[in-house]
């Protein structure tokens, strides 16, 4: 193979634009994808929470940020969560 092609090497953004190739660009977000996080402490009587990733915000830097919603439909990020989970995986 051509290792000259213009997609190899590239990474997932748009170079004129710095828009993510792997997300809607009018929303920033990739689908949460049934990941879940996981804080060891922040439920309630302070024990362990799990709550469902509903999204991945994607900055321009290309960090991707968890946005999670909870049992009262309340969204936030999930930066600080103690671990993060993959689809199956609890």
Do not use: C, F
Not at 34 to 57: F, I, R
Not at 67 to 76: K, L
């Amino acid at each position: 193979m051509d290792d000259d092609r213009p997609d190899r090497g590239r990474d997932a953004w748009d170079e004129a634009t710095g828009v993510a190739l792997v997300v809607d660009p009018k929303r920033g977000t990739i689908s949460g994808g049934g990941w879940h996080a996981y804080w060891k402490d922040e439920g309630p009587d302070n024990g362990p929470l799990t709550e469902q990733v509903l999204a991945w915000l994607v900055t321009s830097r290309g960090r991707a940020t968890p946005i999670t919603v909870d049992a009262h439909n309340h969204v936030d990020d999930a930066g600080s969560a103690d671990r993060l989970s993959p689809p199956g995986e609890k």
